[in-house]
């Protein structure tokens, strides 16, 4: 192989190939083969995302893996031209920052520049036990000055097209005698289309529309068919887009943004694969602080790291902490001078910085002012919100819309529906002996239904006076589940006699 010349070569390839994977090996006597290619750097064998996580040498690999998957979660810039776009659903951070510690990669690929985090002052400590198990406490104070803000725009698209030979659709405002009493119409301009920068709620119209149908017996009939804010879409209007299709119809795309600020709930994570939902937001006044008056912004647990063994990210912190000193970034790519024996240098640089060598503080406690006996590792890390907010997840219902066919509660998130108490959960409730509880469960709270049944022949009657099938007026009164007596009438529309026995 020439030299300065760099071959691209594919997993097939490889596997019939030796591949150095430094230009150590190729002058090491242990190797006494030939080998057929050399890696640029050995850093070079890890993927994009896989590539931006700092010293992945100095962890185990499954959590390189997990931070691989959930690096793509995290909110950040994901293109300069937001104003111009218009994605089905999108999230942007507000106050990204650049990290302090990078790879040659992450340079090389340009997240350095679009980046996806924030460099967080992290405490590790249990404190207050708001932060069990994963979760982390936030600095309300650093809360409410950006930290971690974000905004969540969706894109409504709605189209003018024509539904068959006597049926078009037309974007306007619909005639007051067609419109849905539920939906509020006031937020929309003369052309039917809500105004730019107008806030919206459930159940206001964006886009008013309505159908045209010609028919021989009754003429020309209107329909509303506009589109309204569901639960969740809430917010303020970004951007009006107003176009025309390829095949010459009116095309409308409403860009709906929504600003989101940290709550208890929300997901974060480090570069390190070390995720939390957010347990409380502290007051600053009882927040810990050191010596110098540093307050952590964020405060992790410290059972989160020993069965994890992510050393990397006691790296990170205390390269960050010197490298902030100096007024310099830190490159810690893997396998490179700058990773490998690297920790004795950063005890040694952090040491010059006039901070104990390595990364612990003495702390005092918020609530009391007294010195906390134990002392407080604490240092920057970037930290990553990721986008499972829990405002996109929480529902609750108590009674609301049914089925029409089983007339049980409706179901999802979206159509406010009611949560499956299923067949594991039952067993559950049966294993407990409550069974009051249970009726209300599965039959109070679903589709709780009397039913008229012939004492005599077993049938279900139709009326309260007489059985239909015997003709006699033993008719009595059952509590059924609907869903339960539908089956029932489904298995006598086959021809399958089923008796029922009034209780």
Known sequence: ??????????????????????????????????????????????????????????????????????????????????????????????????????????????????????????????????????????????????????????????????????????????PVSVQMKSYNYQKLDSSGIIIEGKKVTTGDVIIGKVINKTTKTSGEQITDNSIAIKI??????????????????????????????????????????????????????????????????????????????????????????????????????????SSVDVVNYLYKELGERGYEANGYETMCSGYTGEQLTAKIFIGPVYYQRLKHLVGDKIHARDYGNVQSLTRQPLEGRSRDGGLRFGEMERDCMISHGVSGFLKERLYDMSDAFKVNLCADCGHIATSAKECHVCKRDNVKSTNIPYACKLLFQELIAMGLKVSLKPS
């Open 1 to 174: 192989v020439r030299k300065q010349h760099i071959r691209y070569i594919d997993s097939y390839e490889v596997d019939n190939k030796a591949v150095a994977t430094s230009v150590k090996d190729l002058i090491n006597p242990k190797f006494n083969y030939t080998f057929d290619y050399c890696e640029i750097h050995p850093s070079v064998i890890l993927g994009t995302m896989a590539g931006m996580i700092p010293y992945p040498d100095h962890t185990q690999s499954p959590r390189n893996c997990y931070q691989a998957a959930m690096g793509k979660q995290a909110l950040g810039v994901y293109s300069y031209a937001n104003e111009l776009r218009t994605d089905t659903i999108v999230h942007q951070l507000m106050y990204p920052q650049k990290p302090t510690t990078f790879t040659h990669a992450s340079d090389c690929l340009g997240f350095n520049d679009m980046v996806s985090g924030i460099n967080a002052i992290v405490a590790i400590a249990c404190y207050t036990g708001f932060n069990q198990e994963d979760s982390i406490l936030l600095n309300r104070a650093a809360v409410d000055r950006g930290l971690f803000r974000s905004f969540a725009y969706k894109t409504i698209v709605a189209e003018e097209k024509k539904r068959s030979a006597n049926s078009y659709e037309n974007i306007a405002v619909p």
């Open 232 to 337: 969740g879409e809430e917010g303020i209007i970004d951007k009006v887009f107003i176009t025309t299709t390829p095949d010459g119809y009116k095309l409308v795309k409403i860009k709906i943004r929504n600003l989101r600020i940290p709550e208890i709930g929300d997901k974060f994570a480090s570069r390190h694969a070390q995720k939390g939902t957010c347990g409380m937001i502290l007051d600053t006044a009882d927040m810990p602080f050191t010596a110098g008056g540093v307050v952590p912004y964020i405060i992790i647990n410290p059972h989160c790291l020993p069965s994890r063994m992510t050393i990397n990210l006691f790296l990170e912190s205390i390269g960050s902490k010197s490298g902030i000193h100096k007024g310099v970034t830190r490159d810690c790519t893997a396998f490179s001078e």
